[in-house]
Nanobody, 123 residues
Framework: QVQLVESGGGVVQAGGSLRLSCVVS??????LGWFRQAPGKEREFVAA????????YYTDSVKGRVTISRDNAKRTVYLQMNSLKPVDTAVYYC??????????????????WGQGTQVTVST
């Protein structure tokens, strides 16, 4: 049974930074991803990283501000978010279970999800 537990969310002022972490237990983990869901909106892709960490993919709205990384020995994926904006306010979800070798960006491609961590960016 694969389980994902996110942490690191909180309240931050616009322009600030947060680092989210997600520990994965059970199973063999390949691609890891982060999605987010703002109030009243659908869940959207943020970033993904392949098994080796050599390939990453970001949605356009976070490029240059957000960095995804992973530590396989710790079975942990990180999301470093800088220059945060109020529009980044959302629940952030960690996910895995996409097919091997695919740095997936669609929700349906992932099988396992964490419970989410709230990020609130104030003006």
């Amino acid at each position: 049974q694969v389980q994902l537990v996110e942490s690191g969310g909180g309240v931050v002022q616009a322009g600030g930074s947060l680092r989210l972490s997600c520990v994965v237990s059970g199973g063999i983990i390949y691609t890891l991803g982060w999605f987010r869901q703002a109030p009243g909106k659908e869940r959207e892709f943020v970033a993904a990283i392949d098994w080796s960490g050599s390939t990453t993919y970001y949605t356009d709205s976070v490029k240059g501000r957000v960095t995804i990384s992973r530590d396989n020995a710790k079975r942990t994926v990180y999301l470093q978010m800088n220059s945060l904006k109020p529009v980044d306010t959302a629940v952030y979800y960690c996910t895995t279970g996409a097919p091997w070798g695919k740095v997936a960006s669609y929700e349906y491609e992932y099988r396992y999800w964490g419970q989410g961590t709230q990020v609130t960016v104030s003006t």
